[in-house]
């Protein structure tokens, strides 16, 4: 039901979508990049887990997606989001040119790939950084807020122990507005948590 939802929210990525769950299935799951026990879950769990960040994403922002991963949440916004300029920066081979076949095979023109951690990522500042299952929100912060340009984000995506991560990284944080979203209720339940850092 959920997977019929997305589609509906975004319907003209649809192709798009079915396209990138397909490459998840298969290839994402040979190379390693997701185990073969989300292949039932990648509609609800990882693509509109993903898509509902969309909803915090202003119009044609740039935004640098850090540890991409098998690109989550990164090629998803790419998809759903085709007015924003995505970088995807990944530092692992397989992981990157895995990226890369997927940008070019869905013909996703405002995708680059980098393949870097993201503290080696210098001269380059989006208005938004995502960043799912990277690092504790404490570390987090040391990557991604050099990246983040002055009055943009980092729209980190955190579970349940979202609240937790901010009270431990509180003396890091006392520069910045932090504020927890719930988004994507009408595509995924339970609805995305965001741990919001503006600069």
Not at 29 to 45: F, H, K
Request: some cysteine; aromatic content about 4%.
């Amino acid at each position: 039901m959920k997977h019929q939802a997305l589609i509906d929210a975004f319907p003209a990525a649809s192709a798009n979508l079915e396209s990138y769950a397909n490459w998840l299935a298969t290839d994402g799951v040979i190379r390693g990049l997701i185990g073969p026990r989300e292949v039932e879950r990648i509609w609800d769990r990882h693509l509109a887990n993903c898509a509902a960040l969309a909803e915090l994403i202003p119009s044609g922002a740039s935004v640098i997606d850090i540890g991409s991963g098998a690109g989550l949440p990164g090629l998803v916004l790419a998809i759903v989001r085709p007015d924003c300029q995505v970088t995807l920066v990944e530092p692992l081979l397989r992981r990157s040119e895995f990226l890369q076949e997927v940008a070019t095979d869905l013909n996703l023109t405002n995708v680059e790939v980098i393949r870097a951690r993201a503290e080696q990522v210098k001269n380059r500042k989006a208005s938004i950084v995502t960043a799912r299952a990277v690092a504790p929100l404490e570390r987090l912060l040391g990557w991604a807020m050099p990246l983040v340009a002055p009055g943009g984000e980092l729209l980190a995506m955190k579970g349940s122990n979202a609240a937790q991560e901010i009270a431990d990284a509180h003396s890091k944080l006392v520069k910045y507005q932090v504020e927890i979203h719930q988004v994507g209720q009408a595509i995924v339940d339970p609805p995305t948590t965001i741990v919001r850092v503006t600069r």
